[in-house]
């Protein structure tokens, strides 16, 4: 099948690569880009490990096509830390408060909480589980990731949360 | 000591040792994407296999024909059992004791057997040749009940096995026949049965579910053909014996066999067993001489790798008036599928479900199994359990709230009245086991406590004269579970796989600067051991963690193990790590004794360091005694310090734990909400408690899964339902619960540092929690039992059933 140039800027940098017409979103980043970060865990939109940033919104980047995303802007797990190192704080607060186990879902659910906080800086436990409710994990049973985004929220906004994780 | 010494709480601290809640070295890579999982992981010359499927539960195959998917571009080959054949992998042995088809050879036995493999230089072009595979079937009657497997008629599904009477575990009494498995005092249960002042008899199903980690099974295969050499990266939760078992049936010698299980995206028991995507990939890679990538998709892994359960217990309690109870029997008739691939030790072909006794002391009891042939998928693994713990947890505590209702009693009185009493640990089993450790009364007690159990009671009392007042159309149960679990698998004496007993094993090196490198012979998937494990060295020998890295997965590297599964690592790997964690502090311990110029018995540790006896001033620490080690050692004695252990357990480990569930349901809806959720859990000595509470939500999130909605069924053409997550009930955020968890600590008397494992209970115990809220809620309208899973609809049916929908 022809393939097709793509060209969309990921983590603050123009990406190009050829794609088949029918080529996910999902396996161009990984395959194409390398960036392996973004996980799949059912390619039928239920399981949002594979959850990226684009335009502004959360993409659950298995039910997109490459071509699609031509000229996006896009933001993967790869882009959440700083040049230098130093962890997002959304990904610093899944640490502190024991979000994650296998890490499988982590990268998604990062930037699905990611985006939640761009729309509401202050969430309620209940926004939070609603705004992570296309995302699965199957280790934490969310209480430590929802205590995480609270946690993450809350220094954000400067203010102290007490240490949620036992 | 001046200002300058650290406190000996600050040198505690320092090391992170056991029982400090410590924030997790894998966090560092996980938060970032920069976790290696196997499909990150990308060869030169690759190429990706896809599976072609049966549409078919039950079909002979006249022809598969693969000419024309061997011409799209990009198809690099076609295997079929007809290649296979050739190298003797049309069939492979199960852990079972059973044989399986890795690539179906003649006929298929369940929907989406794997018929052919097809290999190509990309996904899509081997997606295109799995649509241009062409089998041609001829259609057979299916049996999917299993209480229709048996019948004289039935199809015969195992061609395979004719004249075969008898089978791994004895005698097959039918051609749909696995096996017959009796332990326990037949006569003296009828007996007391016979005797009985008040008896139970329910049939209990738990029907049949997946562990649908989120990752799903995949490996890479890479054939060295100059070297002879075959790599392989894969979700394994036992690398060990699977660089075993593709020795055994490749013949390829084990040493020019590489397993490597890399970070695992979860496995709960998905991720044991050997499959057909496996072998097939090897062979691939061996034909081709390329490596060559399988990943099975979402629907592949919830219809063919291994499902759960499909267990159907008729579970009956004698009892005296006064609710003492005198005898239990149950009779299991155990679904295997098309082939019996469960995965447990050899001589277990029903797991552990003798630990139907439960927690309460049955002077007598009888327990059989009969496991069958359906026309379904093969697995029967123990999803988040030891081996079918949770169905024999699941039929005597529904058991248990069944007698309690019909002798009038409270439930959690009833198991009060029971319970093995601590003073009788260690405590002989009716069915053979011997519990090691126990104060049942105090968890149930301190449980009760928790949730103000009388108050709870009083409150469904009232709630329950309104609703009969038509005031309102909710009801409310309570669900009370106290189970025990058996895990730590196991004991050489009773416990192997495939002729392996189930030890496991550390290597520890310090190096000379004092730092550590632990392997181990489990396979984290989730479970944190790089930080855990780290944790117990830390204790052992005052390393701290912070300066031990933890190796798993590496065949290469790490001592054989037998890998994580059946809540084993801690019980069995953990005492290996101190095992010889205290090998390498006895070393140590010579090396002070001679740096300090006294006796060794003379020396005392004290977290990071020996001391003399009475002068803490004079002390070595653990990183003066590594650098002697390596370079000045006592005259005589090796270089170097390091250590391995092989670790066979004396006895399993008994973790128990009291559950109690608050549950509101809409009669008129069917629609459950479950109010509160508060579970105890002792499992023994606590490594990380902050890691113990996380497995505890996960473990209780997989639970309310089960119990309230998640299944795998077929219909009666044996086409599978609910195999996506369209259809697959995995709780979101918003319907999970709020999880409460109190623990008390019993540590095993055996176990090198008293730790018992625990990331299974909460599946155990949670299952039955829920499931006797909803029965509890249901009982005062004259209900006994309803069958799981206890989703709307069926709650809805349930209340229509009874007469009290709107």
Known sequence: ?166 | MNDMTPTREAREARLEGMGCKRKRVEDVRFTQGRGTYVDDIKLPAMLYGDMVRSSYAHARIRKIDTSKAEKVPGVVAVITAETLKTVNLAWMPTLAGDVQMVLADGKVLFQNQEIAFVVATSLQAAADGVELVEADYEELPVIVDPFKAMAADAPVLREDLAGKTEGAHGKRDHHNHIFKWQVGDKSLTDEAFNRAEVKIDELLSYHRTHPSPLETCQCLASFDKIKGELTLWGTFQAPHVIRTVVSLISKLPEHKIHVIAPDVGGGFGNKVGAYAGYVCAVVASIVTGRPVKWVEDRMENLSTTSFARDYHMRTEIAATRDGKVTGLRVHILADHGAFDACADPSKWPAGFSNIITGSYDFPVAHLCVDGVYTNKAPGGVAYRCSFRVTEAAYAIERGMDILAQKLGMDPAELRLKNFIRREQFPYQSALGWEYDSGDYATALNKAMAAVDYAGLRAEQKTRREAFKRGETRSIMGIGVCFFTEIVGAGPSKNCDILGLAMFDSCEIRIHPTGSAIARVGTKSTGQGHETTWAQIIASEIGIAASDIMVEEGNTDTAPYGLGTYGSRSTPVAGAAIAMAARKIRAKAQMIAAWLLEVHEDDLTFDIDRFQVKGVPERFKTMTDIAWVAYHAPPPGMEPGLEAVSYYDPPNMTYPFGAYICVMDIDVDTGVAKTRRFYALDDCGTRINPMIIEGQVHGGLTEAFAISMGQEIRYDDMGNVMGASFMDFFLPTAVETPHWETGHTVTPSPHHPIGAKGVGESPNVGGVPAFSNAVNDAFSFLGSTHIQMPHDAWRLWKAAEKLGVTG
């Open chain 1, 1 to 166: 099948m022809a393939k097709i140039n793509v060209t969309m800027t990921v983590n603050g940098e123009e990406v190009s690569g050829l794609a088949e017409p029918r080529t996910l979103l999902v396996h161009f980043i990984r395959e194409t880009l390398n960036l392996t970060g973004t996980h799949i865990g059912c390619e039928t939109s239920h399981c949002g490990a594979c959850t990226i940033d684009l335009d502004g919104v959360s993409v659950k980047s298995c039910t997109r096509f490459a071509v699609q995303a031509e000229g996006a802007q896009i933001r993967t797990i790869e882009g959440m830390a700083e040049a230098n190192g130093t962890l997002h704080q959304l990904q610093e607060s899944f640490r502190q408060m024991h979000g994650l186990q296998c890490g499988y879902c982590t990268p998604g659910m990062i930037l699905r909480a990611w985006r939640l906080l761009q729309e509401n800086p202050h969430p309620s436990e209940d926004d939070i589980r609603q705004g992570i409710a296309g995302n699965l994990c199957r280790c934490t049973g969310y209480q430590n990731i929802v205590k995480a985004i609270q946690h993450a929220a809350a220094t954000l906004n400067g203010e102290t949360i007490a240490e949620a994780a036992q």
